[in-house]
């Protein structure tokens, strides 16, 4: 069995030939799911190990189709097209016979391009040192929380009936080190459903589709160091919410958009 850091596990991926192997321990657990963040992660690792060259990851679309649990889950990896400069993937993360997770990924290689538009800069908050911490509480926060250090600078956690649509959360690891690819797309998922954050009550939510894009793929952090994730409610109804993304590194560089298709049960 892997160990229960971020790192311990990743390096857990082992296989070949499109087939690999992971175990997922109970400290990264929410409910009865795993943290779709690491799930996602522990994918696109299976993915990195097949590709056959160093094109950086562009983009990720995940299908989140069944929760996975502690149970050791397999990773069917598929390249669905080669070509010289963009690799097109599909890995299925499977547990007791059934797809629980699918992931599309496209990675490719830079090109010279007169074109060059920016991403928005960071925006102007708190600096977390002057925000409260995310206080894990037994038996009502999710245990993969205890992994991250999370401070609000707008909007509120959840179950504040909070009626802001955009929040922004300042989040790190709590174990160090240097921040990769596969550390970016965990964070990435830490934010929450911002409709949770409206009710006043506890009541479940979780994610059903996310879609990630990498918009640098030069940048240098470390895992510990203070990520910055603007998010946005852009829509909700019938219990499903569409939630965009803003990713800034710890030196306020811009490293990834997103979005995700989120359902609450209230």
């Known amino acids: ?30 409910g009865r799911a795993t943290f779709g963040g690491l799930v996602a992660a522990v994918a696109v690792e299976a993915l990195r190990k097949t590709l056959g060259d160093n094109k950086p990851l562009r983009a990720i679309q995940v299908l989140f189709v069944a929760p996975v649990g502690i149970e050791p889950i397999d990773i069917k990896v598929k390249t669905l097209r080669e070509g010289r400069n963009v690799t097109s993937m599909q890995a299925e993360v499977i547990q007791e016979g059934g797809v629980c997770c699918s992931v599309l990924a496209s990675f490719g290689a830079a090109r010279e391009s007169v074109l060059s538009v920016s991403a928005p800069q960071r925006p102007k908050v708190s600096p977390p040192e002057e925000l409260s911490p995310f206080v894990y509480v037994e ?23 909070c009626k802001d649509t955009e929040h922004g959360i300042w989040t790190r690891f709590t174990e160090p080190g240097a921040a990769s690819i596969l550390h970016l797309i965990a964070l990435a998922d830490i934010p929450p459903p911002i409709g949770i954050s409206m009710l006043s009550n506890f009541a479940p939510g979780s994610s059903l589709t996310w879609s990630l894009e990498f918009v640098d793929d030069i940048w240098e952090a470390q895992v510990d160091d203070w990520w910055y994730i603007k998010t946005e409610l852009a829509h909700m109804s019938h219990g499903y919410g569409h939630q965009e993304y803003e990713i800034w590194a710890p030196d306020g560089k811009p490293v990834a958009l997103g979005r995700q298709v989120m359902t609450v049960f209230a």
Do not use: L
């Open 1 to 30: 069995m892997s160990g229960s850091t971020f790192n311990d596990i990743i390096a857990g991926v082992k296989g070949e030939g499109g087939e690999f192997k992971a175990q997922i321990p109970a400290t990264w657990m929410q």
């Open 139 to 161: 038996g009502k926060t999710p245990g993969f929380t205890k992994n991250f250090d999370m401070r609000w600078a707008k909007g509120a956690r959840p179950f504040s009936a």
